[in-house]
Antibody, heavy 124, light 107 residues
Framework: QVVLQESGPGLVKPSETLSLTCTVSGGSLDRKYWGWIRQPAGKGLEYIGRIYSTGTTNYHPSLQSRVSMSIDTSSGQFSLKLISVTAADTAIYFC??????????????????WGRGTLVTVSS | EIVLTQSPATLSFSPGERATLSCRASQTVTSTFLSWYQQRPGQAPRLLIYGASTRATGIPARFSGSGSGTDFTLTIGSLQPEDSAVYYCHQDSYLPPTFGGGTKVEL
C-alpha cells in the first residue's frame, strides 16, 4: 500500500521560502508523476505543479516564477520550494501521485493517491 | 486555462435520496482526463471517479459518473450519512490542470 506524507515547517515568514517534502512509502517513485496541490482555508483546490521521476517538471503559470520541484527516487522523496511567499500562500499543501497511462486507444490522467496535507501559514 | 463550474454550490438531502452534481467546462475536455474527488472535513481529497465514468478501487456502486464534451455529472444514488462532503471535478486534459469550485453535499 502506497502512502504519501508531507513534512516541513508549518510557519514561514513573508518574503521567505516555503520548503516541503513528500515521502512516499510502500512503492517506487520510478516512471511516475508526482504533484503538489494546495487549498486555502475554506476554498477550493489549486494545482501547483508536477514532476516526473526523471526530473521533468510542469508548473502552474501563475506560480512558475516562484516555484521549483525536485525528486530523489533513491530516498523515495520529492520536494517543493516556493520563494518570496506572502499571506496569499497560506494553505494546506497536499502531495499526490499523478497517475498517467494508456489502455488501448484511451489515455488517462488523474491524481489517484493523496497525502493527508500539511498546513503552512505565512506570517511574521 | 479551462474553468470548471460546478453546480449547485450546496445540496441538502435526506438519507436514501439521490443527488446529481454538475460540472461544466469552459472548453471541451477529453472525458478520459475528467475525474471526481470527495473531500470530507479535515481530510484529503479521495479519488471517486476517473475517465469520467470509471469508479476508483473501493468506491461504492452508488457513485457513478457520466458525461462528455463540456458537461459532466456525478450521481450519488441512495445517499448515506458518510457522503456528507465537498465534491470536486478535475480536468487534466489541458495545462494547467484545474479543479471546479466544489459542491457541498449536506445530509
Amino acid at each position: 500500500q502506497v502512502v504519501l506524507q508531507e513534512s516541513g515547517p508549518g510557519l514561514v515568514k513573508p518574503s521567505e521560502t516555503l520548503s516541503l517534502t513528500c515521502t512516499v512509502s510502500g512503492g517506487s517513485l520510478d516512471r511516475k508523476y508526482w504533484g503538489w496541490i494546495r487549498q486555502p482555508a475554506g476554498k477550493g483546490l489549486e494545482y501547483i505543479g508536477r514532476i516526473y521521476s526523471t526530473g521533468t517538471t510542469n508548473y502552474h503559470p501563475s506560480l512558475q516564477s516562484r516555484v521549483s520541484m525536485s525528486i530523489d527516487t533513491s530516498s523515495g522523496q520529492f520536494s517543493l520550494k516556493l520563494i518570496s511567499v506572502t499571506a496569499a500562500d497560506t494553505a494546506i499543501y497536499f502531495c499526490a501521485q499523478s497517475l498517467q497511462y494508456c489502455s488501448g486507444n484511451n489515455c488517462f490522467r488523474y491524481f489517484d493517491l493523496w497525502g493527508r496535507g500539511t498546513l503552512v501559514t505565512v506570517s511574521s | 486555462e479551462i474553468v470548471l463550474t460546478q453546480s449547485p454550490a450546496t445540496l441538502s438531502f435526506s438519507p436514501g435520496e439521490r443527488a446529481t452534481l454538475s460540472c461544466r467546462a469552459s472548453q471541451t475536455v477529453t472525458s478520459t482526463f475528467l475525474s471526481w474527488y470527495q473531500q470530507r472535513p479535515g481530510q484529503a481529497p479521495r479519488l471517486l471517479i476517473y475517465g469520467a465514468s470509471t469508479r476508483a478501487t473501493g468506491i461504492p456502486a452508488r457513485f457513478s459518473g457520466s458525461g462528455s464534451g463540456t458537461d459532466f455529472t456525478l450521481t450519488i444514488g441512495s445517499l448515506q450519512p458518510e457522503d456528507s462532503a465537498v465534491y470536486y471535478c478535475h480536468q487534466d486534459s489541458y495545462l494547467p490542470p484545474t479543479f471546479g469550485g466544489g459542491t457541498k453535499v449536506e445530509l
